[in-house]
């Protein structure tokens, strides 16, 4: 069973991670774009991060997407430190030298749209690493993020150096899901309009 649907946008598409994915995730992470980020040495790491890709969407606690442009793999948006209960999330995209600001504000974009409208996230993080493409700041700041913290050396490189981390949210304005009774809506705890009676969910 899929957990993680793939999403089109324009110019590209986001999909689910598979096993023969493992060389161009090896390609990716080859080029990181984070200060200090490890390299892996062999695409056998690449297949438990399928795995784990599989096991964090199967029990909400994350969701990881291949990005795809033209047909060709060029990053990968995560969803991670997920928390249903608070509604809230933090986001990341790793891409090739490639990938674009606009590909990749299209699929972060689609990404965070699904996770509102399926799980009903609201408070979305992303956190911009010192020594990243300033671009992607401006980025965030036009999807509607904010610069809420900086967290002086929050980002370890290499064995003595760390780096800042600017953490941004963006609140999306969509209204809290409320409670209801056993049969009022068609999944109980989510506030949609259709009931199951036809008749605002009175018997």
Not at 25 to 38: C, N, R
Not at 59 to 87: H, N
Not at 160 to 173: N, S
Request: aromatic residues 8%; proline residues 5%; charged residues 20%.
């Amino acid at each position: 069973m899929k957990f993680t649907p793939e999403l089109a946008f324009n110019g590209g598409r986001v999909r689910p991670l598979d096993y023969d994915d493992a060389d161009a995730l090896l390609a990716l992470y080859q080029q990181p774009e984070l200060p200090g980020q490890s390299i892996p040495e062999n695409s056998e790491a690449m297949s438990r991060l399928v795995d784990y890709s599989v096991q964090m969407a199967a029990t909400q606690r994350g969701m990881m997407w291949l990005l795809e442009v033209d047909g060709a793999v060029v990053g990968m948006v995560s969803a991670f430190d997920w928390q249903p209960s608070q509604l809230r999330v933090m986001m990341r995209v790793d891409g090739l030298p490639s990938l674009s600001i606009e590909h990749r504000q299209a699929a972060l974009q689609v990404c965070m749209d699904f996770l509102a409208q399926k799980y009903h996230l609201r408070n979305f993080g992303y956190q911009w690493i010192n020594g990243q493409n300033p671009a992607i700041k401006t980025m965030l700041e036009g999807m509607g993020f904010r610069l809420c913290a900086t967290l002086r050396d929050g980002w370890r490189v290499g064995n003595d150096g760390f780096a800042d981390v600017q953490q941004y949210h963006l609140l999306r304005a969509e209204e809290k899901p409320k409670a209801g009774r056993l049969g009022e809506q068609d999944n109980p705890g989510q506030n949609l309009d259709k009931s199951f009676s036809g008749n605002g969910g009175n018997a």
